[in-house]
T-cell receptor, first 115, second 114 residues
Framework: GAGVSQTPSNKVTEKGKYVELRCDPI?????LYWYRQSLGQGPEFLIYFQGTGAADDSGLPNDRFFAVRPEGSVSTLKIQRTERGDSAVYLC?????????????FGPGTRLTVT | GENVEQHPSTLSVQEGDSAVIKCTYSDSASNYFPWYKQELGKGPQLIIDIRSNVGEKKDQRIAVTLNKTAKHFSLHITETQPEDSAVYFCAASIVDTGFQKLVFGTGTRLLVSP
């Protein structure tokens, strides 16, 4: 079946601009995660949704970052007043969670470049 | 919080050789350890995982071992093929009511030469 999809695949924006990154999880997966991957590093946790609510947003670096999942499926990561240090690949993952199924499946990511 | 260290950072082998990647974790409460393969320009792909109630798990040419006492786990790839070339990441998490925040290692770039 269809995997996790993310749009856009690439986003170039100017410093100070606002961006939105979208994630479509695997159908039926209740848990959704956002991670950020800098060059040469492993992914770093940003935020986790169980259904519509953000169950843990402890990884968001500051209040310029915000994410929503209004209907418990698609999620949008929003970054205000972008800075060059926000440049990274933003990865989304989803998980079934029911019945002890904890495996997280990742999308291809959105490469964000802030100039 | 949890800290995961991974080594080596790069690993070059000849086709047909075995490859071993090792990780250590700091939080003794961690109980789920997945391994991901990431090819250039793609997202991480889950290749195998192990839970803390199991010491070893095998799937064809790949296997993972876990030593809870020493807090380390390893990925073993046998009969390597050029298509195994990629960056491999280990991760650790505490599974709690379905939520698992993955903490990743820094990755190992595996190059398999024909």
């Amino acid at each position: 079946g269809a995997g996790v999809s993310q749009t856009p695949s690439n986003k170039v924006t100017e410093k100070g601009k606002y961006v939105e990154l979208r994630c479509d999880p695997i159908s039926g997966h209740t848990a959704l995660y956002w991670y950020r991957q800098s060059l040469g590093q492993g992914p770093e946790f940003l935020i986790y949704f169980q259904g519509t609510g953000a169950a843990d947003d402890s990884g968001l670096p500051n209040d310029r970052f915000f994410a929503v999942r209004p209907e418990g499926s698609v999620s949008t990561l929003k970054i205000q007043r972008t800075e060059r240090g926000d440049s990274a690949v933003y990865l989304c993952a989803s998980s079934l969670t029911a019945g002890g199924a904890y495996e997280q499946y990742f999308g291809p990511g959105t490469r964000l470049t802030v100039t | 919080g949890e800290n995961v260290e991974q080594h080596p950072s790069t690993l070059s082998v000849q086709e047909g050789d075995s490859a071993v990647i090792k990780c250590t974790y700091s939080d003794s409460a961690s109980n789920y350890f997945p391994w991901y393969k990431q090819e250039l320009g793609k997202g991480p792909q889950l290749i195998i995982d192990i839970r803390s109630n199991v010491g070893e798990k095998k799937d064809q040419r790949i296997a993972v071992t876990l030593n809870k006492t020493a807090k380390h786990f390893s990925l073993h790839i046998t009969e390597t093929q050029p298509e195994d070339s990629a960056v491999y990441f280990c991760a650790a998490s505490i599974v709690d009511t379905g939520f698992q925040k993955l903490v990743f290692g820094t990755g190992t770039r595996l190059l398999v030469s024909p």
